[in-house]
Antibody
Framework: QVQLQESGPGLVKPSETLSLTCTVS????????WGWIRQPAGKGLEWIGH???????NYSPSLKSRATMSVDTSKNQFSLKLSSVTAADTAVYYC?????????????WGQGTMVTVSS | EIVLTQSPATLSLSPGERATLSCRAS??????LAWYQQKPGQAPRLLIY???NRATGIPARFSGSGSGTDFTLTVSSLEPEDFGVYYC????????FGPGTKVDIK
């Protein structure tokens, strides 16, 4: 079955860029929407944005100026970059999949990766 | 931004009891409403999408209803594994999540 795995640094310095990659295994990355969602410790979920396999993107208005997503279909991977991070960006970051027929209703999730912003 | 509110914040129930969770949107999301269950240390699990459609593998005891701004998730008879935090999410436009309802054991 399809599985997602996030990877990237667990610690990022303030003002630097957070970079995460999600690797899709057990299935093709094509013809799905792929999203990023984050969750600060003990708090709720926040949608960051999504990317389609064509490369078209949609970002949360609150993060649009700092977020960039990309997809590499040859590697079955997609990525998130979040620039100018602050302590408020400390969270568990999840990658997730959604179907064309129900965009942004995420049926498969990665296990999540904790990212701490600290000097 | 569409704001979702969930009630109650906490629901204390016993196995076998019926759970009714509410989600209200600040403006209409049509039927683009999903429900997720999350347990500690785990990713959320999609239960319901488009307000009333069960996701693959979700037991029939979970059902969703509503449209527009008012939605309900019902668990007809709670099983021990159903305890956790439940989030609603609108997937109409620039998705947002509700603050969650914690369902714990009475």
């Amino acid at each position: 079955q399809v599985q997602l795995q996030e990877s990237g640094p667990g610690l990022v310095k303030p003002s630097e860029t957070l970079s995460l990659t999600c690797t899709v295994s057990g299935g093709s990355i094509s013809s799905y929407y792929w999203g990023w969602i984050r969750q600060p410790a003990g708090k709720g979920l926040e949608w960051i944005g999504h990317i389609y396999t064509s490369g078209s993107t949609n970002y949360s208005p609150s993060l649009k100026s700092r977020a960039t997503m990309s997809v590499d279909t040859s590697k079955n991977q997609f990525s998130l970059k979040l620039s100018s991070v602050t302590a408020a960006d400390t969270a568990v970051y999840y990658c997730a999949r959604s179907d064309l027929s129900r965009i942004d209703a995420f049926d498969i999730w990665g296990q999540g990766t904790m990212v701490t912003v600290s000097s | 931004e569409i704001v979702l509110t969930q009630s109650p914040a906490t629901l204390s129930l016993s196995p076998g009891e019926r759970a009714t969770l509410s989600c209200r949107a600040s403006q209409s999301v049509s039927s683009y409403l999903a429900w997720y269950q999350q347990k500690p240390g785990q990713a959320p699990r999609l239960l319901i999408y488009d307000a009333s459609n069960r996701a693959t593998g979700i037991p029939a005891r979970f059902s969703g209803s509503g449209s527009g701004t008012d939605f309900t998730l019902t668990v007809s008879s709670l099983e021990p594994e159903d305890f956790g935090v439940y989030y609603c999410q609108q997937h109409s436009n620039w998705p947002t999540f509700g603050p969650g309802t914690k369902v714990d054991i009475k």
